[in-house]
């Protein structure tokens, strides 16, 4: 029977012929109190684990003794000691649990054992291999492996001994699991509860996305951490930041794997949870760059939040996206949304504040705040900008008609036809009672062309109107000047044309 996980050291000594003399080998008495140690010592438990397989090699002749943990939600074992020379390569060997000696040893709580058969032709070396199941009652923690290549087979009452002694470390164990466990979470809460915070308090809807995804990788121990949220204009839904991408060629194979799998997740309405990317059939293109990753629904179908190449926080969490790991980004995405749902009624509200009540336009403190931004950013790319005034002069009132309400029904439809006539990125606003102001980004040569469409837009929408017996022939005049061409202070230039009106 084949045995996959023997690994032949180049040092050292499998059991024979050069193994120490038995005279020289620790005593029953000696072993049980190193792991008497053991069990006491004020170390960290990855290296007691380390110490354990070097006291059950020393013990037993120089067997080979490797120590897996057990991932009861994959049903995977994991290497996390062994004294032999594997190279790992910053990824823990895993194997499945099924149909191995160490799923056989804890499915059934025995040891299991194999012996080669004698050899002819002269062998004076044999092989055999105990798995001791590494428990506490009915509860697996993983498997200790002994493999001994040598003369003789391994004493009957040192491999019991050597069983004992498993046993009782896994006592430690699994009280240090547990006590790992429990001061994660409270670690993760305290985090999430700080993070949350900071999060609801961040209004401004440009600064949640990234501090979202920055913290939420970092609480959850990722590689990275990407935010996807539907747009409002167009239904359909975005990555609005990306923590963690390491160059522009793995960026965008591990956007393209969050597109796919964003995809299904909005679908379903499901969370996606993908251990192992090398081997799922539609995801495996990506497995050069992604090892695992985690995708999961915001509220409503809003969007997603996907974490990605996720490693054990430390040896005895041995699963990739943990049960725990799961409810902890389900209270992080809660924050989340709240902070998202914040940040949008409080930009709203702000756009509400600064919107012309009549017409729905910004007012006149927008239009400078705007002006301001866009010379800014004409000085900073050498572009060139137009911006026009347009007065209309109201018709006389009609007897029929109160002179106030036909001038507000006026306003409202001469606004509606100028934001019509221009450009989506372009800025309307009403910056008195029977003006607007407009700003137009990245002109090319003069200003004539949006002025005669505007004039055009104007005519045709009174000449509707008066039609229909509502409206008057209005007096409307332009004023028009160009950044840097005719000045290069927005507010001055303002005021300019609002005195040539």
């Not at 000594?13 to 053991?38: H, S, V, W, Y």
């Not at 790992?180 to 609801?200: D, H, K, T, Y």
């Not at 000085?379 to 009132?397: D, G, M, S, Y």
Request: aromatic residues 6%; charged residues 25%; contains cysteine.
């Amino acid at each position: 029977m084949k045995l996959f996980y023997w690994s032949i050291r180049p040092e050292g000594n499998l059991g024979m012929p050069n193994e120490q003399p038995r005279a020289q080998r620790k005593t029953i008495g000696e072993f049980e109190r190193e792991i008497d140690e053991l069990r006491g010592s004020a170390r960290q438990l990855g290296s007691s684990l380390a110490a354990l397989v070097r006291a059950l090699s020393s013990f037993l002749g120089g067997s080979a003794v490797a120590i897996y943990l057990y991932d009861a939600e994959d049903d995977e074992f994991v290497l996390r000691g062994s004294t032999q020379n594997m190279h790992l390569n910053g990824e823990a060997q895993r194997f499945r649990a099924c149909r191995s000696l160490p799923g056989l040893a804890t499915a059934e709580h025995r040891t299991v054992s194999l012996f080669e058969a004698p050899g002819g032709k002269g062998g004076k070396l044999r092989a055999e291999e105990h798995v001791f199941p590494l428990e506490t009652g009915a509860h697996a923690l993983g498997a200790v492996t002994v493999t001994n290549i040598a003369a003789e087979r391994l004493s009957p009452v040192r491999l019991d001994a050597a069983r004992r002694g498993v046993l009782r470390f896994a006592e430690v164990l699994a009280k240090a699991r547990s006590e790992e466990a429990a001061a994660r979470r409270m670690s993760r809460l305290s985090a999430i509860n700080e993070f949350g915070v900071i999060l609801v308090s961040s209004l401004a809807p440009e600064e949640v996305p990234a501090l979202a995804t920055a913290m939420t990788s970092f609480i959850m121990g990722t590689e990275g951490c990407i935010l996807r949220l539907r747009n409002e204009k167009t239904a359909e839904t975005e990555v609005r930041d990306a923590h963690g991408l390491r160059d522009e060629a793995s960026g965008l194979e591990i956007l393209a794997l969050e597109k796919l799998a964003s995809e299904q997740v909005l679908s379903t309405g499901k969370a996606l949870l993908v251990r192992d990317v090398a081997a799922h059939e539609a995801y495996r293109d990506w497995g050069a760059r992604v090892k695992t990753f985690l995708c999961y629904p915001l509220a409503g179908g809003e969007g997603t939040i996907t974490l990605f190449n996720k490693d054990p926080e430390s040896p005895l969490a041995p699963a990739r996206f943990s049960l725990e790991d799961q409810d902890v980004l389900l209270h992080l995405a809660r924050y989340i949304e709240k902070a998202i749902g914040n940040a949008a009624l409080f930009a709203n509200s702000r756009k509400l504040a600064e919107r012309d009540e009549l017409t729905g336009l910004p007012d006149r403190a927008n239009f400078q705040t705007r002006l301001l931004t866009e010379i800014s950013r004409a000085k900073r790319f050498h572009l060139r900008i137009a911006l026009v005034t347009c007065e209309v002069q109201p018709p006389p009132a009609r007897e029929d008609a109160p002179g106030d309400q036909a001038a507000k029904q006026m306003m409202r439809r001469v606004a509606q036809v100028i934001r019509s006539a221009v450009r989506d990125y372009d800025t309307v606003a009403r910056i008195a009672d029977h003006t607007f102001g407009i700003i137009l980004p990245q002109v090319q040569n003069g200003t004539g062309s949006p002025i005669t469409r505007i004039q055009n837009a104007i005519d045709k929408e009174v000449d509707l109107q008066r039609r229909a017996g509502s409206a008057q022939a209005l007096q409307v005049s332009f004023s028009h000047m160009t950044f840097p061409d005719d000045g290069v202070d927005g507010e001055q230039m303002l005021t300019r044309l609002e005195q040539q009106n």
